[in-house]
């Protein structure tokens, strides 16, 4: 993969560049946002990085993951806001089209979701994740890929591949992976840093997630449901489910895995996981989100009860149609 010349050209013109992702972030946007931030300082550019919510527990063992700023206050003006793993100005939760702290917005972003911003943007849904794309970016530059940002990268395409085991795992992945391990990453530490450094009351959120665990009559649709309850008797974040739906998705049969946690009184985050066969970012789409063909998400307003059969009932359809 090749970066086009105009994100180049973007990086050769200009000196002052904001980063920031989507809202709650994971390894992929906090990966790349910080493999992009010190490439750029490496040709002599100021950069700096912003994110609505912080660096998760799990993540702050990046290389200078303490960069990493909040977006409350931001008093400087910049050339370039780099939307990093983030299509669209909405999904940052904090950047308003209207109204950004800098000249313009350029995106990089691996999501199949329609950008508004692709005129201004470099956009490749084939990728395996942003970390692919920040890679060859910086290769591209002419930067030398130093340790730190070597472990961010490795983070970033890890994280986004499941471990290298996706169907979104491209021969690029490996063999940049490959590059990093000869450059001085040691990929069981970030294993271990990134899945085996669990803290305790994650799993005991898990406890009570699965008891909710429910098929439909084909056994081919699974969910589960966390409510604030869960989250407020285990002092636990909404960073702490991360690989909850992975868990559902690998029972036999099930074709798409859901699921549902509390974002507000009436409000529930989806998270939808699929086995290939049907494209769950068309199903987040419809229902105002986007994703990827087998990781999507979106946000939905209204009683759990009617959440549950609206969604179980458009993707039991999603699956007879097969799309
Ligand atoms: P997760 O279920 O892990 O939160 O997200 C799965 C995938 O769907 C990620 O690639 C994520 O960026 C995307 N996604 C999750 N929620 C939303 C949403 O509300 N809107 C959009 N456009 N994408 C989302
Ligand atoms: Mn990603």
């Known amino acids: 993969m090749n970066p086009p010349e105009k994100v180049i050209e973007v990086i050769r013109k200009n000196s002052a560049f904001l980063i920031t992702s989507h809202k709650s972030p994971e390894g992929d946007a906090i990966g790349s946002e910080l493999a992009l931030a010190l490439a750029l300082e490496k040709i002599g550019k100021n950069a700096e990085i912003r994110n609505l919510d912080p660096v998760p527990e799990t993540y702050k063992f990046l290389p200078q993951s303490e960069r990493i700023g909040k977006t409350e206050r931001i008093d400087k003006r910049y050339d ?8 669209n100005t909405e999904r940052t939760g904090w950047a308003d089209t209207g109204n950004i702290p800098a000249d313009s917005i350029f995106v990089i972003d691996h999501h199949r979701t329609e950008s508004p911003h692709k005129d201004n943007g470099w956009i490749e849904p084939d990728a395996s994740s942003t970390g692919e794309m920040i890679y060859s970016l910086i290769v591209s530059l002419g930067v030398d890929i130093d340790l730190d940002m070597a472990v961010n990268i490795y983070t970033a395409i890890m994280t986004d591949t499941g471990s290298f085991r996706y169907s979104s795992t491209t021969p690029e992945a490996f063999r940049i992976a490959g590059t990093l391990v000869e450059k001085g990453i040691d990929p069981s530490k970030i294993n271990e840093e990134v899945y085996e450094k669990l803290p305790f009351r994650k799993l005991k959120l898990f406890s ?9 009559r084909d056994g081919n649709v699974a969910w589960m449901t966390i409510n604030k309850r869960m989250f407020s008797l285990t002092g636990t974040k909404s960073e702490d489910t991360e690989e909850f739906v992975n868990s559902l998705r690998s029972i036999k049969g099930v074709e798409v895995a859901i699921l549902f946690r509390q974002t507000g009184s009436r409000s529930y ?9 049907v494209d769950v970012a068309r199903i987040a789409e419809a229902l105002g989100g986007g994703g990827h063909r087998e990781a999507a998400g979106c946000e939905i ?3 759990i009860s009617k959440i549950r059969k609206r969604v179980i009932g458009i993707v039991e359809e999603a699956i007879q149609n097969k799309n």
């Open 80 to 87: 370039i806001l780099f939307l990093v793993d983030c299509g």
């Open 208 to 216: 009570y997630v699965l008891k909710t665990i429910d098929r439909n």
């Open 269 to 277: 985050k989806l998270s939808l996981r699929s086995r290939g066969r």
């Open 301 to 303: 307003k209204g009683s």
